[in-house]
């Protein structure tokens, strides 16, 4: 199975946050287990971070440095991500998570997210 991290799940495990159940760490850790994260979840991180909404414990450069050596692949914005994003219902407003979810779906991934408010949409999701 391969996983679409969710920006917040991302920013967990970087920080070992106790909110990140053991067994998504494991997940993600487990080099057999492809993870993924979205370039949209880097523009929000770098957006949140810049206006103040985001405050991190390493520098943002170290934070991306971060994920080549966990193995973690960047997933670019393509078309068909975009097509897919066009057709969602709108359940949710955030265009980070929206752009997400559709990479998820057309990227057949398993999204791992605790946000609930997801869980309206065809996508696989896993938490625990």
């Known amino acids: 199975m391969a996983f679409l991290l969710d920006t ?10 106790k909110q990140l159940p053991p067994t998504v760490r494991d997940k993600i850790k487990d080099v057999k287990q492809p993870c993924f994260l979205s370039v949209a979840s880097l523009w929000e991180i770098t957006i949140k971070f810049q ?21 973690i692949e960047i997933i670019p914005i393509n ?12 359940h949710h407003g955030d ?3 929206r752009l997400i979810l559709s990479q998820a779906i057309a990227e057949n991934l398993t999204l791992i997210t605790r946000d609930s408010a997801l869980k309206k949409y065809k996508v696989k999701q896993q938490w625990k």
């Open 8 to 17: 917040h799940t991302f920013l967990w495990f970087v920080a070992g946050d």
């Open 51 to 71: 206006i103040g909404k985001l405050i991190l414990n390493i520098p943002l450069e170290d934070l991306f440095n971060y994920i080549d050596r966990n193995q």
């Open 79 to 90: 078309m068909e991500h975009l097509l897919t994003l066009s057709e969602l219902p709108r």
């Open 95 to 97: 265009p980070f998570d």
